[in-house]
C-alpha cells in the first residue's frame, strides 16, 4: 500500500521512527488503513439501509471479540476487505430476516455458536504465533467478552429491543469466522506436510 510507505517515509525523515524499524512500520499503517477503509464501507453500506446503529453494533461486538478469538485471515489486504464486506452482507440478510419474536432460533443459534468458540478460541494466524502464556490469556479474554456480549443479546431480547438479535447474529459471524480460520489452518497444515513428504520422497530418491 503506497500510502502506507509514504507516510512510513515521512516518519523516517523527520527521525520519528528509526530505519531499521521501516518494514514494521508499514506493515502497521497498511493494517490501519485497510482497517479504516472496511469499517468506513460497512458504516457507509449501514447508512444506506438506514440502519447506522446496527452496524455500529456490528462492529463494535466483532472487532471486540475478533482480536481474541481470531479466525478466518486472507492472504491479502483485498481479499481481507472483499472477505469481510461479504461477512457483513451475510449479517445483514439473517439480522433482517429474523423476528425478536423468534427467540428459539436465536438462542439455538447463540448455543451451537458457542461450540467453536470453546472447542478452538483463539485461532492463531499463521504469521502472530502466540505462547502458550499469551494463547491461555487470549481465551480466557475471548470467553468474557463473547458471554458478556451473550448477555446483552439475551437481556436485549427479552426486553424486546431489536439491538440484542443483531448481537446474537455477529456472534454467529464470529463463530463461523473461527471454523473457517480452523479449516484453513488445517488445510495448510496437511499441505505443507504433503510437500514435506514430496521432498523427504526426492531427497531418497535423489540419494
Known sequence: MRIANKVTAY???????????RNIFEYGFELIFADSINFAI???????????????VYLLCFVSTRIFCGGFHADTH???????????????????????????IIFSGLVIAWIPIIGYAPVIHENKP??????????????VICGIWTLISVVFILSGIQLGVAIAVTIWIVSIGIICG??????????????????????????
Do not use: P
Open 11 to 21: 516518519f523516517i525523515d523527520r527521525k520519528i521512527i528509526a530505519t531499521e524499524k
Open 78 to 104: 483485498i481479499m481481507c476487505g472483499i472477505s469481510m464486506f461479504a461477512m457483513f452482507c451475510c449479517f445483514m440478510a439473517v439480522y433482517h430476516a429474523l423476528n425478536i419474536m423468534q427467540t428459539y
Open 42 to 56: 460497512i458504516l457507509l453500506t449501514s447508512a444506506w439501509f438506514h440502519a447506522l446503529d446496527v452496524g455500529l
Open 130 to 143: 502466540l505462547s502458550r502464556q499469551y494463547r491461555k490469556r487470549n481465551r480466557r479474554k475471548a470467553l
Open 182 to 207: 480452523k479449516a484453513k489452518s488445517a488445510w495448510k497444515e496437511g499441505k505443507d506436510g504433503e510437500w514435506s513428504e514430496f521432498d523427504s520422497a526426492s531427497d531418497g530418491r535423489s540419494g
